[in-house]
């Protein structure tokens, strides 16, 4: 005698009548291999939330095993790039026929890269926070590209106040002395009374997501993080020597910058770039000086598009 299983979900109705905006799953880990337009491919652990709408208001709810079991194909048997992640999308709709009409799928994983080093030539891993995010309404696909990239910011204000300080205790050391040696003010300078003052600096974070058009196969991870390091100028480093703390202090002393002045940077950085439809970037300036942050946030600006 076989006995079938009950199946809550396809032979009762709700409780309470009414429609919801997502159901699914939430921080599904799964291995993952993603494309990368520079680095090829490559396996991650990730992260993964998976939803649908139930659009059916007498529907119990929704199957959560199809969902499941579609990304565990993509784990199993495929590669993550733009068109499977529409697919993925398809699948969690054509899975749900009559009760869903959208469809969000999102993987956060950490990106590891190689980075070399500013003088020495020497290399270390990074590990760059990376969020793919796809939704399917009604037809009209979205897939955006999430990333946080670290890096050091100096405040031009301090960075005056400094050299306000550094001046003023020239002016004491040698205001008596009607002549001296070059070689007087070149030590003078390589001593701790020379420098008399820092401008401070702080970690920093560049949040930026960007809308990817159909243009796209491979995902433009290690492009995106190029494109906001090399703007930036001041990226946080791996592996370090002297010489390379040395360059890392002058690139600072160069770049002295407001989160304001990071923001435009890479507003303008962004807009260079033909595959990124829309883009929504936070500057996370995590203050040395005061206990709160400075934070500077912009879009693309375009009609429809992301809001600050």
Known sequence: MTTSMPDIANHTTAQTEGTLDWVGMSNIEMPIMVASKDQGERMVSAHIDAFVNLKDAQAKGIHMSRLYLLIDELSTSNVLNYQSLVSLLDGFISSHQELSDQAKVQFNFEYHLRRKSLISGKEGWKAYPVTLTGYLNKGKLTIELTVDVPYSSTCPCSAALARQLIQKAFHDKFVQQSEFAL???????????????????????????????????????????????????TPVQAAVKREDEQEFARLNGQNL????????????????????????????????????????????????????
């Open 257 to 308: 910058m407001f989160c304001e002045d990071a923001a435009r940077r890479l507003q303008y950085s962004i807009n260079q770039i033909a595959t990124f439809d829309d883009f929504w970037l936070r500057i996370n300036h995590l203050e040395s000086l005061h206990a709160h942050d400075a934070v500077s946030i912009t879009t693309k600006g375009i009609e429809g598009g992301y809001q600050p």
């Open 183 to 233: 070689t007087d003010v070149h030590d003078w300078l390589g001593s701790t009374d020379g420098i008399v003052a820092t401008p401070h600096s702080q970690r920093s974070v560049a949040e930026v997501k960007v809308k990817l058009n159909s243009s796209v196969n491979d995902f433009p991870i290690t492009e995106l993080v190029d494109l906001i390091e090399n703007s930036l100028k």
